[in-house]
């Protein structure tokens, strides 16, 4: 992978950048623009975007395909629902909330398939406690918001991209609302709008400590009810169907495993939305759900897309700690269980285990500092005192306060003999939200023509270097709908051919390997997993250095050869799929994807902290980005199926 790091002054400015080994195989680096103050003048995010993608677009290979592209507008309901290939205006890969409020709006104008891993509500979204943040009160403005944005985001955020999402938040809000979503309201009738940490104001829409489940329930109820909208659920996406126009990359559509039946189902459609979410696995712990393979990354990756900025992972300060509560847990979470930030935000207080308040050492800010600073302190108090969990403790406030702002919290915890309002409660940092990922622009388009991101897999600019609390959420619903216009004018420009499907191979299930060498196959994916997310937990976590970082590219590196080679000795072929094999492809794919950033990192910023830099470095205040090259050396993981190389 080749890396350069380069200064500059709101101007893109490139290097020819050193080659570096084949990490992700088929990337080649380029780091970009910067922003003195983050002033308004100059490249924004979006235009260096339309601009600096050109540099390496030369590389791609030429294909045949888009010569041969018949136009066919009528897209029939029948078309939709019969066989192996279904034809749609749009397919939304996910269906958390950006993917269901983009669907919503582009259903208005055309067919749309909702492909989703699991069942509908299984995502990131139906996870999320704390809320919403909006200025939604007098005495808040943009600005605030703002700054705090920018302020967490260590100054990396692109400041176009903030105002756009600060200032269009509230009236994606009011929308939510209208369409039914219930918020909690003070006695007089307002919001209740909470205070979380990075906070300047009180500005957090909220459902109790289950907003995320209430946006969701609102969001699906009208899914359901609308005619033009079809949900495929447990259909896995494998890869976009992708071909050449010049230099350009254009994507054509999706193929996906129905994980109930075991049948290769292809999407072909004229605009695809990914909104698959993160890619908290590659950790052992954390707080996403167990569909939270990377998968949408990986793909795009695969398909030639730009990734930015993967070595900000954000780990949330505090997860429930199993080892800590009264009564164990019988059996190992699928995820780690979130305490919200609005906790903290509410009164909460952060001790060791000897009871001593800890975070005013660390930040004048204490508890209400930034999750990165936070989680930092606690990975530092429980190594200094070789402990395994810290305790929050809210039992200070008053009760009914407290169960009615954290009811779910406080339910949960009690299941394991631990009442909120008498005792504190052991937390532990986890693996939470990936701050980097497919680079968008402020529409949401990628550089592949025909695809659009939203939510946790896009890399818009807003969360720079660290992700600001309930941030998430907003810049879900402000960029789910900018990417409805666009869509619909790419939509209707734009033609489908009935016999399209032909001229991509079809990814082959495996059961003519027979039952003991899938068991075998999948016996030896899920160790590797295992020993991957280790890997990363150990030498790619809160606090990382130089040494460890290549000892962990090394390692992966390792573990992914001896995978594939097991995989191919067993008959394997690259053509296959199976649902554990592709998360694990998809796994290899982002990690190495974080790894590589990391190491291009030469300072300490935001989420990414390493001692052998342990400063912020203005001269290295830019994305770092990911171009794509030349697939032909790379692994499996790094391949799209359609075009792997048959051993």
Same mark, same amino acid.
């Not at 029939?76 to 983009?102: E, Q």
């Not at 200025?135 to 176009?160: F, K, N, R």
């Not at 990986?298 to 949330?316: C, D, G, K, P, Y």
């Given at each position: ?11 893109? !400015? ?7 080994? !084949? ?41 045949? /395909? ?31 909330? &950006? ?5 919503? %709006? ?15 509500? %299984? ?5 999320? !406690?704390?809320?919403?943040? &909006? ?15 920018? +302020? ?28 039914? $979503? ?26 109790? @400590? ?39 990359? +254009?994507?054509?559509?999706? @193929? ?5 039946? !075991? ?33 949408? /990354?990986?793909?795009?990756?695969? &398909? ?14 505090? $997860? ?17 269980? *979130? ?32 999750? @990165?600073? +936070? ?40 299941? =394991? ?80 051919? *009935? ?42 976590? /809160? ?8 000892? $962990?590219?090394?390692?992966? $590196? %390792? ?55 342990? =400063? ?9 980005? /990911? ?21």
């Amino acid at each position: 992978m080749a890396t350069g790091i380069v200064a500059g002054s709101s101007k893109l !400015q490139f290097r020819e950048s050193v080659c570096r080994g !084949q990490s992700c195989g088929q990337a080649s680096w380029v780091s970009g623009v910067t922003f003195k103050g983050c002033p308004q003048k100059g490249l924004s995010w979006s235009s260096w975007l339309s601009k600096g993608l050109q540099v390496q677009r030369s590389n791609f290979p030429q294909s045949s /395909i888009h010569d041969n592209w018949k136009p066919l507008r009528a897209v029939t309901a029948s078309c939709l629902k019969d066989g192996s290939v279904k034809y749609v205006d749009f397919a939304v890969i996910g269906s958390g909330v &950006a993917g269901l409020r983009y669907a919503l %709006e582009v259903a208005k104008h055309g067919s749309v398939a909702v492909i989703t891993k699991a069942e509908p509500h %299984e995502s990131n979204t139906n996870y999320a !406690q704390g809320g919403v943040s &909006a200025v939604l009160c007098p005495l808040d403005s943009v600005e605030s918001h703002m700054q705090d944005t920018i +302020v967490a985001g260590a100054y990396l955020c692109d400041e176009e991209t903030v105002r756009v999402v600060c200032t269009e938040g509230p009236d994606r809000i009011r929308e939510l609302i209208a369409m039914g $979503a219930s918020f909690d309201h003070r006695e007089d009738g307002n919001l209740h709008l909470a205070r979380e940490g990075g906070h300047s104001h009180h500005r957090i829409v909220h459902a109790a @400590d289950m907003t995320g489940r209430e946006i969701e329930r609102a969001l699906l109820e009208a899914v359901i009810n609308d005619p033009n909208i079809f949900m495929f659920e447990h259909h896995f996406a494998i890869d976009f169907l992708t071909s050449q126009d010049g230099s350009e990359t +254009v994507c054509h559509g999706v @193929d996906t495993l129905n994980t109930e039946t !075991q049948e290769v189902v292809r999407f072909i459609s004229k605009v695809v939305l990914l909104a698959s979410g993160g890619a908290g696995h590659i950790y052992p712990m954390t707080t996403n759900p167990l569909v939270a393979t990377g998968d949408g /990354i990986a793909m795009a990756h695969r &398909a030639q897309a730009v990734i930015s900025n993967m070595e900000f992972v954000q780990f949330h300060p505090t $997860a429930l700690a199993d080892e800590g509560l009264p009564i164990k847990p019988t059996k190992t979470r699928e995820n780690a269980f *979130l305490i919200t930030e609005a906790v903290r935000g509410d009164g909460g207080i952060l001790y060791n285990l000897s009871m001593e308040r800890f975070m005013p050492l660390y930040d004048e800010r204490a508890e209400l500092a930034p999750r @990165d600073v +936070v989680a930092r302190s606690i990975d530092d108090q429980l190594k200094k005192r070789d402990e395994k969990y810290v305790l929050l403790d809210i039992s200070h406030k008053p009760k009914e306060k407290t169960l009615s702002h954290f009811p779910n919290i406080a339910a949960e915890c009690l299941k =394991y003999g631990l009442d909120i309002t008498h005792q504190p409660i052991p937390v532990v940092p986890a693996a939470h939200y990936m701050c980097g990922g497919v680079r968008a622009g402020l529409q949401g388009e990628t550089n592949v023509r025909g695809l659009y991101v939203a939510g946790e897999v896009a890399c818009t600019g807003l969360h720079g270097a660290n992700r600001l609390a309930s941030n998430s959420l907003l810049e879900a619903l402000v960029f789910a709908r900018r990417a409805v216009q666009p869509s619909i004018d790419h939509m209707s420009s734009s033609n489908l051919d *009935l016999s399209a499907s032909d001229r991509w191979a079809e990814p082959v299930v495996p059961t003519s390997l027979g039952g003991e060498v899938i068991h075998n196959v999948l016996s030896r994916t899920r160790e590797l997993r295992k020993e991957l997310q280790s890997v990363m937990w150990k030498y790619v976590g /809160i606090v990382r250095s130089t040494t460890r970082l290549k000892f $962990a590219e090394q390692r992966i $590196a %390792e573990l992914e050869a001896k995978w594939e080679q097991y995989l191919f000795q067993q008959g394997w072929e690259p053509t296959m799929v199976g649902l554990e094999a592709c998360e694990m492809r998809n796994l290899f794919c982002c990690a190495k994807l974080v790894l590589s950033s990391a190491l291009a990192r030469h300072e300490s910023r935001g989420l990414h902290y390493t001692i052998d830099f342990p =400063y912020v470095e203005e001269s290295k205040r830019l994305p770092t980005v /990911i171009f794509p090259c030349s697939p032909m050396k790379s692994t499996w993981s790094s391949r799209q199926l359609h075009n792997q190389h048959i051993h």
